[in-house]
């Protein structure tokens, strides 16, 4: 069945950079865009970005554009997002999910704290 | 960018009753295809969102058709039939019309 893993729970300091994962299976990695939507604590959703495994194209939320960086490796159907110049803004749970938005990955905690 | 607006329930919602979510986006989310690009989740406490409904009305496989969807092209309803204690969390809309992707604020249901 088509499962979405994403890497675990991350604390890491102001200014600091993190990178997470979500690796696909049960499915044709290159087939399905990856979106990836940060939801603060206790708040809505917020929609980030995606990227195409098979082109390696992305489009950015403007919001988000001098923060993010959307990868894949294909070969391990794996995608990545890395966030830069993290901030206390930053601290959420960030998601990735399929194409459609019909599968979610458990999210990943982001905490951001010195 | 494209502001979903989603309505207050009043909760709780009595067990076995109807309840209805509405949602307004600031721009038609008709496409020239004639589909309207609205999706419907549901994220129970401490867990991932879960596609409800895609195109304004046709439910996510494996879904009940307890979840129906209606509306027009800028104005939206989930209606939940015969509520019950699994259907309780945040119910979220959301525009794939244009990008950026955006959500509404989230409608808390809470059943009694």
């Known amino acids: 069945q088509v499962k979405l893993l994403q890497s675990g729970a991350a604390l890491v300091k102001p200014g600091d950079s993190v990178k997470m994962s979500c690796k696909a299976s049960?499915?044709?990695?290159?087939?399905?865009?990856i979106h990836w939507v940060k939801q603060s604590h206790g708040k809505s959703l917020e929609w980030i970005g995606y990227i195409n495994p098979y082109s390696g194209g992305t489009n950015y939320n403007e919001k988000f554009k001098s923060k993010a960086t959307l990868t894949v490796d294909k070969s391990s159907s794996t995608a990545y997002m890395e966030f830069s110049r993290l901030t206390s803004e930053d601290s959420a749970i960030y998601y990735c999910?399929?194409?459609?938005?019909?599968?979610w990955g458990q999210g990943v905690m982001v905490t951001v704290s010195s | 960018d494209i502001v979903m607006t989603q309505g207050v329930l009043p909760n709780p919602v009595p067990s076995g009753e109807s309840a209805s979510i509405t949602c307004r986006s600031s721009k038609s989310l008709v496409y020239k295809d004639g589909k309207t690009y609205l999706n419907w989740f549901l994220q129970r406490p401490g867990q991932s969102p879960q596609l409800l409904t895609y195109w304004m009305s046709t439910r996510a496989s494996g879904v009940s058709d307890r979840f129906s969807g209606s509306g027009s092209g800028t104005y939206f309803t989930l209606k939940i039939s015969r509520v019950r204690a699994e259907d309780a969390g945040v119910y979220y809309c959301q525009q794939v019309r244009e990008y950026p992707l955006t959500f509404g604020s989230g409608t808390k249901l809470e059943i009694k």
């Open positions: 049960g499915y044709t990695f290159t087939d399905y865009i």
């Open positions: 999910a399929r194409g459609a938005l019909d599968y």
